[in-house]
Structure formats: structure tokens, C-alpha cells
């Protein structure tokens, strides 16, 4: 390994320990994201048409995607705030039913309880939750800025001409590093999103073939949720099941094993 590959992967591991300590990893993400659409529009669209043409193509559909995506996500928080309650309420003696079938021993025994234990956790945990307001806020604005400086970096001519000399030699291999991480994140996130949608695909023929109450909220949370690996599928899954509740056991049951 020569002295300026060295140099470069110290570089871009300082990069991103910095970073991790900094707590920007939203903005990362929203930002490779955000190129990620921006690029690969361009790709397509630069082989029809002139280069700066394609540019300003792309960031027209970047920003159609992107406004899609803040109301899919508004969407999906109104259905949440007013559907989950529902959900709860609906699913809690079917809850209770069980548990004392099988003698298992719950923190409440009906709905008006589980409310003042809800309530309870909230009242005890309503300096955390301001908290998280306010950390909500700032990751926001984060997002947004991440979004902004992918734009910048994608609308920058990029000098890609090097010396002989080992700033250029460093300045080269930290840009293969970054297209690295760029073209493992296109692959990664590309992939997951194509999962979540078969995931998605499948999950809504079996609500619609079974007769799910909630569609409407479910098939929207099973894709938004299912991007994230592992733990998405989880908290999808237990929505489904807690539903499922509302209309029988043995639906929830077949909804488990689905």
C-alpha cells in the first residue's frame, strides 16, 4: 500500500468517526440518498439530452421524489396518531382474554386501565419526550441541510485531472474511497427498497384476501418501515398481528406465520 493510499484511508476514517461523534449520521444519509436519485436520473437522462439540460432535469424529479416522500411520511404519521389508538383499543380484550386463558398475569385488566398506564408512563417520561421533540426538530433541519449539500455537490463541476504530486495522489484515492462508500450505499438501500416493496406486494394481497380492517394504514407502514432491515419487518409484523387480534386469534395466528 503506497503512502498516500494510507494517507487517504486515515483521511476518510477521521471522516467518518468524526461523524459518528458529531451524531450526523441523518444528514449523511439523506444526503447519499439525494445524490444517490440525483445521479442516476442524470445518468439516464444525459444520454438524450445536453448535459446541463439533464442536470436540471434530474433536480426536477429529485424534488417531485422528494415531495412524494414528505407526504407519503405525513401521511403515514396522521394514519399513525389515528389508528394505532384504535388498533389498541380494539385488540386489548382479545389481549386480556388470552393472557388470563393461558394465566398470564398482565399490568392491567382493562381498557381504561391500560389508559392510565399509558398515561402514567407518559407523565413519568415527559421530560424525555420533550426532549425527543426538540432533538426531532434539529434532526429535521439536519436532513434538510444534507439534502441542500447533495444538490451543491451535484450541480459543482468536479475537477477530475490530478498532478504528480502527493496531495493529488491523496486527493485521488480519498475520491475512490467516496465513490466506494457512495456505490456500496446505491446497492444497499437499492436493494432494500426493492425488498420492502415485494415485502409490501405480498403483505397487501394477504390483508385484502383475509379481510384486514386498517389497509389503508397497514400497507403504507409496511413499506415505510420495512426499508429499515431486520427491525422494520419486526414493527410492520407486530402492527399486522396486533390487528389481526381485533378479528381472532387464529387470524393473528396465520398472520404470525405469514
Not at 386501565?113 to 426532549?131: F, M, N, P, Q, S
Request: glycine share 8%; charged share 15%.
Amino acid at each position: 500500500m503506497t503512502r498516500s493510499q494510507k494517507v487517504s484511508y486515515g483521511l476518510f476514517g477521521g471522516v467518518i468517526v468524526g461523524i459518528v461523534a458529531m451524531h450526523l449520521g441523518g444528514p449523511l444519509l439523506a444526503g447519499l440518498f439525494s445524490y444517490m436519485i440525483l445521479d442516476y436520473a442524470n445518468q439516464k437522462l444525459s444520454r438524450r439530452m445536453a448535459k446541463t439540460l439533464s442536470r436540471w432535469f434530474s433536480l426536477l424529479i429529485f424534488l417531485v421524489i422528494a415531495t412524494g416522500v414528505v407526504w407519503l411520511l405525513v401521511y403515514f404519521l396522521r394514519q399513525t396518531i389515528s389508528t394505532i389508538p384504535q388498533i389498541v383499543t380494539d385488540a386489548t380484550p382479545a389481549v386480556i382474554e388470552i393472557a388470563q386463558r393461558h394465566n398470564v398475569s398482565l399490568p392491567f385488566d382493562s381498557i381504561q386501565e391500560l389508559r392510565e398506564v399509558i398515561i402514567g408512563a407518559i407523565k413519568g417520561h415527559a421530560g424525555e419526550i420533550t426532549k425527543v421533540s426538540g432533538l426531532l426538530s434539529k434532526r429535521i433541519f439536519h436532513i434538510l441541510a444534507g439534502m441542500f449539500v447533495a444538490v451543491l455537490c451535484f450541480f459543482a463541476d468536479r475537477d477530475e485531472s490530478y498532478q504528480a504530486n502527493l496531495f493529488d495522489a491523496i486527493r485521488k484515492d480519498f475520491n475512490r474511497r467516496a465513490r466506494g462508500l457512495m456505490e456500496g450505499f446505491e446497492k444497499v438501500i437499492g436493494a432494500q427498497v426493492i425488498i420492502s416493496l415485494i415485502n409490501t406486494t405480498a403483505t397487501a394481497i394477504f390483508l385484502v384476501v383475509t379481510g384486514f380492517p386498517y389497509i389503508h394504514f397497514l400497507v403504507p407502514a409496511t413499506f415505510i418501515v420495512g426499508i429499515l432491515p431486520i427491525i422494520g419487518n419486526l414493527i410492520s409484523n407486530t402492527f399486522i398481528v396486533a390487528t389481526a387480534l381485533t378479528i381472532s386469534p387464529k387470524l393473528a395466528l396465520a398472520a404470525l406465520v405469514f
